[in-house]
């Protein structure tokens, strides 16, 4: 089967986050069917396929989840594009994935098919699965299919989510001049975060832009009453030269001026490590753009257990969870081609 | 039974809107034991009470539900002062107009106590209960027992209720100069709002303040995504020299140029006629202050049906909704004098 009817019949499978099943399922029936004889475990975070032996292996990870489908999803019919929710996040990646694991079953490669990816945290699938394979198998390379524009995607930002209350006085809207109007005292706030530029970050030479971000507002109980509390849902992204703790304090000390701050959850960034041996043979023998990853991936989950991981899959990332989601099956091939090359030499 | 007594007793039992069945049957059992012998109705908006006469009749006037009791409530013993929910909103008012009812019961005087004027618009008691009463007497003066500090607060400013959304671009928050935060594109609206000034508009001489105000907002679908869209709630107090339609339009030369505009609920004005005969004389007789009412009231439904009205009963209308709510006994005894004076007079 080309690499375009598998992406195409992956997309076709609903599989939004909490529904993944059908599609681990077919994922599973399709290596048997075209004969894959190697290892298939079938865990609650997903699947994990390949033999595990002496040697270290190469781990080709991908998500099989997608964002809910959007009303205004655009399906048209092309024969060199492929539309459709997951196009690009990550069904191609995923096509990528299973035809070169079944191609090269010989080689010491390991696929790992993950549920919960794009929902919250505590629900991603590698969560549970990530300790029982680092256990079972020694990985010299994580590849993740996120989409990257067959770019290698070095690193990842991290995250840092937090609630800023900034509190006013009630009162009777009739007379607002007895209360203090919450709303109106979060100007400064969105005034400020908005004239903030994003702050280029070099780590192994790749620029990381720092953003922070007002993503959610909520403010008032009624109509009638002066709003005493507005509560501003901050998003900050941050580089790979800091921790969460430094993150931390960074964002404290821009924010805590305006409001209390709560910090609500947060998931660490990932090191570049494009100096690494592997990282470098990737580039080298695949001779693919190096960029950093201005957005967090389950990179950072290798990455923190000292494994080398980078980013690599076809798709624009920009288009992904947008209504027109859609990719050139050129882009597939070619992703395909450049992994063959890197697996023919270091699998 | 003292005032005092009648209003402690009020205020001790629950009555928040949609709950209101044990106050309005106390109010009947307590009109009964205290020898009141004229008609008493019992109607699903509440009790009516008074007998049908050739002669006009003054219709004393009041709702005898409460908005919720705030955790924080203060019920502090005092001889002096009655505080908790509804010492001044109004339960000393209905205190004063029970004991009125029951002294004055051969003068043409009646009582309506009415449920749900406290919630929503559509669920006020009078709603159901003013047309049968307009149809089965001749009222020549409405008295709305909400707290005036016992001046004569003529009129009510009208109501308009609007939302207003502003747009902006949806993106991944890791990238946010892909997208336009409409949390962002609010500022000018919030500014402009924040920095408009009550306008005086003088009515029969009273100086009605209008405002605009921003009681609500709501922006933002996820803690990872430039928010595309921000909802304000826009709360309008328009004065009596406006139709709900001018009101309309105002508000919309104010607004539209911020967004979409979408009016979602009004209630009109009341103009004060101060210079109606039976007006004059409540204030000759009673020489009490007289000034605005600056909120809405449902002396607004007597106006627009084309009865006098006004406000007047005990308490400050600043400590309605207050969890320090309360008012001094004095303030009771006062209002009852005042009220018996002009029905000596008048009814």
């Not at 964002?67 to 096509?95: C, F, H, W």
């Not at 009453?225 to 964002?251: H, M, Q, W």
């Not at 076809?314 to 697996?343: M, R, T, W, Y």
Request: proline letters at 4%; aromatic letters at 6%.
């Amino acid at each position: 089967m080309s690499l375009e009817k598998l992406t195409r019949d992956l997309i076709s499978i609903d599989s939004v986050t909490g529904d993944e099943d059908k599609i681990v399922a077919y994922i599973e029936g399709y290596l048997k069917e075209e004969g894959y004889s190697n290892n298939i475990e079938l865990h609650d975070g997903g699947l994990v396929v390949g033999n595990s032996t002496e040697r270290s292996v190469i781990a080709l990870v991908g998500h099989v989840d997608t964002v809910p489908i959007s009303d205004e999803q655009e399906n048209i019919n092309n024969t060199e594009i492929i539309y459709g929710r997951g196009a690009v996040d990550m069904k191609s990646g995923l096509a990528v994935m299973i035809r070169t694991i079944i191609n090269s079953q010989d080689k010491n490669i390991i696929g790992i098919f993950y549920k919960g990816e794009e929902g919250l945290k505590e629900h991603n699938g590698l969560e549970t699965l990530f300790p029982k394979i680092n256990q079972k198998f020694n990985i010299s390379l994580g590849i993740i299919f996120e989409p990257t524009n067959n770019e290698a995607q070095l690193g990842c930002q991290g995250v840092l989510n937090a609630e800023l209350s900034i509190r006013g006085l009630e009162a009777h809207s009739a007379r607002p001049w007895l209360g203090d109007n919450a709303v109106y005292k979060s100007i400064p706030l969105l005034e400020d975060l908005k004239n903030l530029k994003p702050e280029p970050i070099y780590v192994d030479e790749l620029e990381y832009k720092e953003v922070v971000t007002v993503t959610t507002i909520t403010g008032g109980t009624a109509k009638n009453v002066i709003p005493g509390e507005v509560i501003c849902g901050i998003n900050y992204r941050f580089s790979p030269d800091k921790t969460t703790e430094d993150a931390v304090k960074n964002l404290t000390n821009l924010l805590s001026g305006y409001g209390d701050l709560l910090i609500h959850d947060f998931a660490e960034s990932a090191h570049p490590n494009r100096k690494d041996e592997i990282v470098q043979k990737f580039i080298n023998i695949t001779g693919v753009k190096v960029e950093p990853k201005q957005a967090w991936t389950d990179v950072a989950r290798f990455t923190s257990a000292g494994i080398p991981a980078l980013n690599f899959g076809p798709g624009n990332p920009d288009l992904a969870h947008k209504a027109n989601e859609h990719l050139a099956i050129q882009d597939i091939n070619d992703c395909f081609s450049l992994v063959q090359q890197f697996i023919k030499e270091e699998a």
